[in-house]
């Protein structure tokens, strides 16, 4: 057998030695390890397949005596909530190869694989970790509505999921009281009956129809009242008025008082959301009822293009680029009612 002897700088024939190893980062292991010796010089050479093999012994005892955790568990982690190596290591905050590194059979230190361990074992930590990582721009917002979104592992509850979700879009849509949101807190239970009821109310209605919807409802109750009902801030869309970032996806997946329908037709995909019947209006008062019943009459009987070229006519969708959040001062002049 012949290697490359840096030592003496030609290749040259090797011997095997098999060394006792205490230890290995401060714990005892009690194993060995073969070193490759050159016959010429007696010095040490690194032979790449002497040393995997060493590794992979050394390796799996240390698991085992320090309690690591091994490249299965951190994948495992990965599929659980469909993400990618660099998204874990963003939301870990690890060097960039860190578990790309682990993966492959690299070992972590005690305090990496403890930290990783505690997010396997407690779902709550880790999305409070991933909640950290999108605050501060380490992932984006695809990466996190996956991991609080229906992509969880099967051992999580329905509730559960359904709560992420929540917990989720008041994060990204809750704020501050102002001319976007109508002066109106964000209310993701209010949220959830008030579609379920139109549900209940209006046949087919897709997923495009009720951003109008909720979008006229805001704005009469805005004219009216000088608040919203919602809370949620809306945008410029090609088809109209929507809510911002496109939440809409994300509030059809809470399914306790409504459910979801993907549909596909002639003319693509349609999403419509069907009423479970089960809303409670308690919440709302009469006054809001009143404008939601009103949007409703007006709206019912009209298809998505009709809806959509209502929405076009008001100076809220008129006046605000594309894009752009739609102040509810335009809610002063509404044509929908007149």
């Not at 407690?122 to 609080?148: H, P, R, S």
């Not at 964000?186 to 959830?192: H, M």
């Not at 996806?249 to 959301?273: A, F, P, V």
Request: net charge positive.
């Amino acid at each position: 057998m012949r290697v490359y002897c840096p030592y003496c700088k030609k290749e040259v024939e090797y011997k095997v030695e098999k060394r006792d190893l205490k230890e290995f980062r401060g714990i005892e292991i009690n194993t060995y390890e073969n070193v490759a010796v050159c016959k010429e010089c007696h010095q040490d050479l690194y032979v790449n397949e002497i040393e995997e093999k060493n590794n992979k012994r050394i390796y799996e005892l240390y698991r085992e005596k320090a309690n690591i955790i091994k490249p299965q568990d951190i994948i495992d982690l990965r599929e659980k909530y469909d993400i990618s190596q660099r998204e874990l290591t963003a939301i870990l905050g690890f060097g960039k190869m860190t578990i790309n590194r682990y993966e492959r059979g690299g070992v972590p230190t005690k305090s990496q694989s403890d930290y990783i361990k505690l997010l396997i074992d407690d779902d709550n930590k880790f999305l409070e970790k991933a909640k950290e990582a999108y605050k501060n721009g380490k992932i984006n917002d695809k990466t996190y509505e996956k991991i609080v979104s229906g992509k969880l592992n099967t051992s999580i509850s329905k509730e559960e999921i359904q709560n992420n979700i929540r917990r989720y879009l008041w994060y990204t849509l809750n704020r501050k009281p102002d001319i976007y949101n109508g002066y109106k807190s964000l209310d993701i239970e209010k949220v959830e009956n008030i579609i379920s009821y139109i549900a209940s109310k209006v046949k087919n209605l897709t997923i495009t129809s009720l951003n109008k919807y909720l979008w006229f409802i805001d704005i009469l109750s805005f004219n009216q009242r000088s608040i919203a009902i919602t809370g949620l801030t809306y945008q410029n869309q090609k088809f109209g008025p929507t809510i911002i970032d496109k939440k809409y996806d994300e509030i059809s997946l809470l399914d306790d008082k409504y459910i979801r329908e993907d549909i596909e037709t002639e003319n693509g995909n349609t999403t419509r959301i069907i009423s479970n019947n089960n809303y409670n209006l308690d919440k709302i008062s009469d006054s809001e009822k009143e404008i939601i019943d009103t949007i409703i009459k007006l709206l019912k009987n009209k298809n998505v293009t009709d809806i959509s070229e209502l929405s076009h006519r008001e100076d809220g969708w008129k006046k605000t680029k594309r894009f752009e959040k739609i102040s509810f001062e335009y809610a002063m002049n509404l044509n929908i009612v007149k």
